[in-house]
Structure formats: C-alpha cells, structure tokens
C-alpha cells in the first residue's frame, strides 16, 4: 500500500510539470494514465468510475488551458481581468508556486479568493475599483504558500472565512463555514458554499452564483479540490489523523456529487488555473 502511494506522489508531481507542455491530444492521453494509476488504491469498480470521472471533468474544461497559455502577463502579477455586467473578476497568477488568487467585484463590494502573502496589489487594486473588501474566502488550509488573509482582515476589516471542520485549529478569528451556506457579495450575486472534503477535509468550492436568476451558477472556485485533468492530492493530511484511503474516497464522493453534477456551462477556476 505504501509503495503504491509513494508511486502516485512520483507520478503525479512528474506528471503535472509535463502536462503544460504537451499538445492537447497528449495531454488527454496523460490524464486517463493519471486517472488509472490514482485508482490503485480504490476497489476495482470504483477505478472505472474514477478514470470516467477524471476524464469527463477533463473533456468539459481542457479548453481553458489551451486558452490560459496564449495570455500575455499583466501588471501587478494580475494575469488576466474580466468584466461581465459590471462583475469584474481579477486574476493575479503567482508562476513559481502556480498558484491563483481571485479578487470578485460588483456594486462596490469585493471578495479575494485565495490570496498570497504580499496583498499590497491585492489592496491597490481594490481602493483603484473604489471597493469595499467584504470577505477573505479561503478554500482550504494551505501547505505550499503562506496566505495573506491576516494581513487583510488586519488592514481592511474583512471576515475571514474557511470550512467545515476549521474551528479550532487556528489562532486568529474566522467564520467557519457551513455546508450549503450563503455569502452575499452584492445584491445580484453570492457565494454558495459547497464542503468538498478529499484534498483536505475542510476543502470547500465556492460557486457564485446570480440571485436574480433563480440562484443560477456561473463560476465555481475550487481551489484544489480541482486541477484540469486531476484533482488534489489525499496523501497530506495523514499528521492531523487522516489516511489516504479514507481521503481518496471523501475525494471520489466529492468529484461524483458536487463537481460532475454542476452544469457544463459553469466556469471553472481553480487553485492553479
């Protein structure tokens, strides 16, 4: 079992270096190798659901990197902007952890999603678009980078929020989450929380979603709860009582009930995209 694992981990880490190199066509190849070797350690007919998993989440939004690849950097790490119906979502791509932040904006409020440790772009940007920073919106508890999140309730006096199961387990004041809760940004949009354990088992997705249209869901942001052609790694919480397998199947439940069930026209953003 542990040979297994530490293969996946290899795999994996070799892989996802790779995969931004390939053409598109080897790309598909790659992820339903990945699929099939993450499945060692589920059982037999939970390994073809998951590489059926793993490629339909693939095929629905593997254009968004051959998009991403043809953007040209912008100022302030800020990699891309767009603006829909005076929504505007910035995002601000950090290369050398491949790791995204999301800043939301609409009727003068904002929510960052995410955000690394140096937030002065993240608080320029902000009094630049004459907003008011509602919320810090943290998908999970992260391992590989410092977040910036008490610094920004220190100087703006946003709410820090993280998921279910986080009480406890900081030194500083947050909201803990709820699964199914909402979290107003305007009077047109909000976030709907959804407690997707597998990667850590507070991971949550945050789907935003147009109040005025029947809750309709338009973006989700998934921190590592979702990569294109994978998903985060259940190996990393084994310190805080978690085992792999216990977190592999958290993941499998996870991906099969609230990622694929989420409609094909909802944008997908995630921890590195």
Same mark, same amino acid.
Request: hydrophobic share 40%; net charge neutral.
């Given at each position: 079992?542990?040979?297994?694992?530490?293969?996946?981990?290899?795999?994996?880490?070799?892989?996802?270096?790779?995969?931004?190199?390939?053409?598109?066509?080897?790309? %598909?190849?790659? !992820?339903?190798? %990945?699929? %099939?070797?993450?499945? #060692?350690?589920?059982?037999?007919?939970?390994?073809?659901?998951?590489?059926?998993?793993?490629?339909? !989440?693939?095929? %629905?939004?593997?254009?968004?990197?051959?998009?991403?690849?043809?953007?040209?950097?912008?100022?302030? /790490?800020?990699?891309?902007? #767009?603006?829909?119906? /005076?929504?505007?979502?910035?995002?601000?791509?950090?290369?050398?952890?491949?790791?995204?932040?999301?800043?939301?904006?609409?009727?003068?409020?904002?929510?960052?999603?995410?955000?690394?440790?140096?937030?002065?772009?993240?608080?320029?940007?902000?009094?630049?678009?004459?907003?008011?920073?509602?919320? #810090?919106?943290?998908?999970?508890?992260?391992?590989?980078?410092?977040?910036?999140?008490?610094?920004?309730?220190?100087?703006?006096?946003?709410?820090?929020?993280?998921?279910?199961?986080?009480?406890?387990?900081?030194?500083?004041?947050?909201?803990?989450?709820?699964?199914?809760?909402?979290?107003?940004?305007?009077?047109?949009?909000?976030?709907?929380?959804?407690?997707?354990?597998?990667?850590?088992?507070?991971?949550?997705?945050?789907?935003?979603?147009?109040?005025?249209?029947?809750?309709?869901?338009?973006?989700?942001?998934?921190?590592?709860?979702?990569?294109? /052609?994978?998903?985060?790694?259940?190996?990393? !919480?084994?310190?805080? /009582?978690?085992?792999?397998?216990?977190?592999?199947?958290?993941?499998?439940?996870?991906?099969?009930?609230?990622?694929?069930?989420?409609?094909?026209?909802?944008? #997908?953003?995630?921890?590195?995209?």
């Amino acid at each position: 079992f542990f040979i297994d694992i530490y293969i996946i981990i290899m795999f994996r880490s070799a892989a996802r270096l790779l995969t931004c190199r390939l053409p598109l066509a080897s790309r %598909r190849t790659l !992820v339903t190798s %990945r699929a %099939r070797l993450l499945s #060692v350690t589920l059982t037999q007919s939970s390994e073809w659901a998951l590489n059926r998993t793993l490629t339909y !989440v693939t095929a %629905r939004h593997m254009s968004s990197v051959e998009a991403a690849s043809h953007i040209a950097p912008l100022p302030s /790490g800020l990699k891309t902007a #767009v603006s829909e119906n /005076g929504l505007d979502v910035k995002i601000y791509y950090l290369e050398c952890l491949a790791q995204a932040t999301y800043l939301i904006t609409h009727e003068g409020n904002a929510m960052i999603v995410d955000p690394r440790r140096d937030v002065d772009a993240f608080i320029e940007d902000i009094k630049t678009l004459k907003c008011s920073l509602k919320g #810090v919106l943290e998908t999970h508890f992260h391992a590989d980078f410092v977040s910036g999140h008490c610094e920004l309730m220190q100087r703006t006096g946003a709410s820090i929020y993280f998921g279910p199961g986080s009480a406890g387990r900081t030194k500083f004041t947050h909201h803990e989450l709820k699964d199914g809760e909402i979290i107003d940004l305007s009077s047109q949009y909000a976030f709907h929380v959804l407690h997707t354990p597998g990667h850590t088992p507070e991971s949550v997705v945050y789907l935003l979603i147009d109040k005025t249209k029947g809750n309709k869901p338009l973006k989700a942001f998934t921190g590592d709860t979702l990569f294109i /052609g994978s998903c985060g790694r259940p190996d990393l !919480v084994g310190s805080i /009582g978690y085992a792999a397998e216990e977190m592999a199947k958290l993941m499998f439940y996870t991906l099969k009930t609230k990622i694929c069930t989420l409609p094909d026209d909802v944008q #997908v953003r995630s921890y590195g995209t």
